[in-house]
């Protein structure tokens, strides 16, 4: 009798998300072994600028091939021997103290055999000379990055592990993009101190929901951080692309974005390019740096959504770049003023006005000296229509500050300003980093956000009625820090040390108006 055969067990296929998230888990694995990283704040860095070099050869060899078919002549970006497939590609290629000296030297011998500039070297040297305004980016990141793994052997290993994504697939793109992000907030935790680079993804998305970008409209965020709100916007007009012309204007003339700081400019390009732009346009240089009177009609775009720093401080000089009246060293007071004079006068292309979304602080809402002046220009100036008041931890772990976010546009002065006091969902004290504030928790919002009815959460005031003035007619007071009319006087759950937090922000508020009072009295005593 012939012996049955032995049944065997087949492990099923991983899915694209399992096998992606093995890889970079398996090559987070090997960095932690190195002794030059310490923590994610090292190792993300490090796993992104391998990443963006990957992905810039699969597209470059994209872009060849799509050239050679139509018979035109391709420019690459990185020339050889500088390009993944000449130096990362080959498992068996350079490693140890060969691939370390050619990655971080300015000088030496490079995988063809030849002398020449360090790969390093070599990327931040890159110009635009050709046309590629790609090499600018390039040379921008890596100028802003150092290699900081001690071992040549690991760092193979990690570009091995690399090597394997596909960033010509569609699925893969799409995957990886989603498990950067948790890589982003991940770092974003680990930092502590970094949480003007993040904005809870409820609180953008429902941002750029109500705003409502429409392709053929410019969509800007001059602090764009890591590029959470760029993020959500391509994907929101993603989803109105129906030709290859829509596609076109999608990547070329949709987004833009300014980003000062070396590490999350490096991040916000690979975030964006994760998830679909080809060419992210973002500014390597502080937003403030142009006087505000030199800010022409074509610098100025259709949609501007963005979470300015709240609690920095800028140097004179770039205070210098503002009206007297309107100078100020807390930073979102300056990003205001640059954000209304960007935004166009005329009808967008979609036929409806110009529109911004900013996140602020409660102390914007009720500042006076430079903050009231500043409040009155975008009452008289623009349609402040919305005031939406989020609740308290909305930002934990990363400030206690209680945040708002104001909805203006160009339709005109304001006539009536609109609040919207959105609920702690029931049951719950505070949001933390665990359990963050849902895009759910604002579906009564976003239902109200077209029929605009007073209720529990909702009442409207005067515009013109919250400017104050003194005799002379300047302006001294523009509180828009209102209660619910609606509310119970409220119960103060919050700990001791929140309370302290909340009472130290104050005080500082106060310190900055008395500060600016004593610099108006030494100039009219000189």
């Known amino acids: 009798m012939p012996r049955k055969p032995r049944a065997t067990t087949t492990k099923p296929a991983l899915t694209t998300a399992q096998a992606l998230g093995s890889l970079l888990k398996s090559a987070r694995d090997i960095m932690r072994k190195d002794k030059g990283l310490n923590g994610d704040l090292d190792r993300l860095p490090l796993l992104t600028w391998i990443m963006f070099l990957k992905f810039l050869d699969d597209l470059e060899q994209q872009r060849e091939q799509e050239a050679a078919l139509a018979g035109t002549r391709f420019r690459p970006a990185i020339e050889p021997p500088y390009r993944w497939r000449d130096w990362a590609a080959n498992p068996q290629g350079i490693t140890g103290d060969e691939l370390l000296a050619f990655i971080n030297n300015d000088e030496g011998v490079r995988p063809d055999g030849t002398r020449g500039p360090g790969l390093f070297a070599y990327l931040r040297g890159l110009t635009s000379a050709n046309g590629d305004d790609r090499r600018d980016v390039i040379a921008t990141v890596f100028r802003g990055v150092d290699n900081r793994m001690r071992s040549g052997y690991l760092l193979r290993d990690v570009i091995d592990k690399i090597g394997a994504i596909h960033f010509t697939s569609?699925?893969?793109?799409?995957?990886?993009?989603?498990?950067?992000?948790?890589?982003?907030?991940?770092?974003?935790?680990?930092?502590?101190d970094s949480g003007e680079f993040y904005?809870?993804?409820?609180?953008?998305r429902l941002m750029v929901q109500v705003t409502d970008p429409r392709l053929g409209e410019t969509v800007l965020d001059p602090a764009a951080g890591t590029g959470g709100f760029l993020v959500e916007a391509?994907?929101?007009?993603?989803?109105?692309?129906?030709?290859?012309?829509?596609?076109?204007?999608?990547q070329s003339a949709s987004l833009m974005g300014c980003e000062p700081k070396s590490l999350p400019y490096l991040l916000c390009q690979m975030n964006l390019l994760l998830h679909g732009l080809d060419a992210p346009r973002i500014d390597p240089g502080n937003a403030l740096r142009h006087r505000l009177t030199e800010i022409g009609e074509r610098d100025r775009v259709d949609v501007i959504l963005t979470n300015p720093p709240f609690g920095g401080e800028e140097e004179r000089g770039i205070q210098g770049n503002f009206p007297e009246d309107r100078q100020a060293a807390e930073t979102a007071l300056l990003f205001l003023q640059l954000i209304m004079r960007r935004l166009k006068r005329a009808q967008t292309s979609a036929g409806r006005p110009a529109r911004a979304a900013v996140v602020v602080p409660n102390g914007t809402l009720f500042g006076d000296g430079v903050c009231a002046r500043i409040k009155a220009d975008i009452l008289?100036?623009?349609n402040l229509h919305t005031v939406l008041r989020l609740p308290e931890g909305?930002?934990?772990?990363?400030?206690?500050?209680?945040?708002?976010?104001i909805f203006f546009d160009t339709a005109g002065p304001t006539r009536d300003v609109w609040f919207y006091e959105q609920p702690m969902p029931e049951g719950r004290r505070k949001y933390s980093k665990t359990r963050p504030v849902q895009l759910e928790e604002f579906a009564d919002c976003i239902a109200w956000w077209g029929r605009r009815e007073e209720g529990p959460q909702a009442?409207?005031?005067?515009g013109p009625e919250l400017i104050?003035?003194?005799?002379?007619?300047?302006?001294?007071?523009?509180?828009?820090?209102?209660?619910?009319?609606?509310?119970?006087?409220?119960?103060d759950h919050r700990a001791p040390a929140e309370i302290v937090a909340s009472v130290i922000e104050k005080e500082r508020q106060v310190l900055a108006l008395l500060d600016e009072i004593k610099a108006l009295v030494a100039e009219r005593v000189a």
């Open 234 to 250: 391509f994907a929101h007009l993603a989803g109105q692309v129906q030709t290859v012309a829509d596609r076109r204007v999608l």
């Open 199 to 204: 904005t809870p993804r409820a609180v953008v």
């Open 459 to 462: 009442w409207k005031v005067s």
């Open 170 to 192: 569609s699925e893969e793109l799409h995957t990886l993009g989603a498990l950067y992000e948790s890589m982003l907030r991940e770092m974003r935790d680990a930092a502590g």
């Open 394 to 405: 909305v930002f934990a772990p990363y400030t206690d500050i209680p945040t708002n976010v």
């Open 468 to 491: 104050r003035r003194d005799e002379a007619g300047r302006v001294v007071a523009v509180n828009l820090d209102l209660k619910n009319p609606a509310a119970k006087e409220a119960v």
């Open 380 to 382: 008289e100036q623009f």
